[in-house]
């Protein structure tokens, strides 16, 4: 499709991850149905989100950025323990209302996969379709309208600019921890669970006390949480062999940080 000389500019610097201009999709591949059998997507709120909805492919994520409502979506899904997903055949599109204005995407050479957009605190953050979503890029405004797709930030700045957390999404919880603590963050040790916690017993006696909530699924995911000022940093990991960042989440006020049991 012919770009008009309006449109937006657009950029990639990520390797595999390309972004360019579209007005319209393709209704879904078959293998979309496969997305009723897991909670890897949910109703859409957005324009753009039920455009996306109605020609059948699977919302997995919506967010804000600027002008755009921002919609990734994905086309076959593969069922897991506890109703998760793995995520194949996704995208991020970028909306004005309903009107489609352009897309993010994976080439086909790329070994990269796109599974959800996440709301960050400086941008929007790409993850991938595996289990563990990992991250593989950023999405970010450049002045008012244009967009490019950046790598992950060393360092994210939280609350309004209040303080910095490293990126540590992708990282073992043992190396992740490292990082924060030396930026002054203090481990959180929450009381001991009321049921028998063998993950979370043998990440603990290796000496990262703050593991907490974790779950005898196959993922074997895990709680930690860091405290500085009125700010918690808190993170989830997967795997109780080498247990790996795969999320983090910022309350910037006491009263949103997590009530232990």
């Not at 409502?69 to 323990?81: C, I, K, R």
């Not at 993010?104 to 599974?115: A, F, M």
């Not at 779950?215 to 009125?230: F, L, M």
């Amino acid at each position: 499709m012919a770009q008009q000389s309006a449109d937006p500019k657009v950029s990639s610097k990520v390797p595999g991850i390309e972004i360019r201009h579209l007005t319209q999709l393709p209704k879904a591949p078959p293998s979309a149905q496969s997305q009723d059998e897991c909670n890897a997507v949910f109703p859409p709120t957005t324009a753009g989100g039920q455009v996306i909805n109605g020609l059948g492919w699977g919302v997995t994520g919506e967010a804000k950025l600027g002008p755009y409502d921002v919609v990734s979506f994905a086309g076959e899904f593969e069922p897991s323990t506890a109703g998760s997903c793995e995520i194949d055949q996704g995208n991020i599109t970028l909306f004005n209302g309903p009107q489609l204005v352009m897309i993010i995407y994976v080439t086909k050479s790329s070994k990269l996969s796109i599974g959800r957009v996440i709301a960050d605190d400086d941008g929007l953050r790409i993850v991938d379709g595996s289990l563990a979503q990992m991250p593989v890029g950023e999405v970010r405004l450049v002045g008012d309208h244009a967009v490019e797709v950046t790598p992950i930030t060393a360092e994210q700045s939280v609350c309004g600019g209040k303080e910095v957390v490293p990126k540590v999404d992708g990282k073992p919880v043992s190396e992740a921890r490292k990082q924060i603590i030396a930026q002054g963050w203090e481990p959180f040790r929450s009381p001991p669970p009321s049921y028998q916690d063998f993950v979370g017993d043998s990440i603990r006696k290796s000496g990262i006390i703050e593991a907490t909530d974790c779950s005898e699924t196959d993922s074997a995911s895990c709680s930690y949480y860091y405290r500085k000022g009125d700010i918690e940093l808190s993170l989830t990991t997967h795997g109780d062999q080498r247990p790996t960042v795969d999320g983090h989440q910022i309350a910037c006020d006491r009263s949103k940080w997590h009530k232990a049991d």
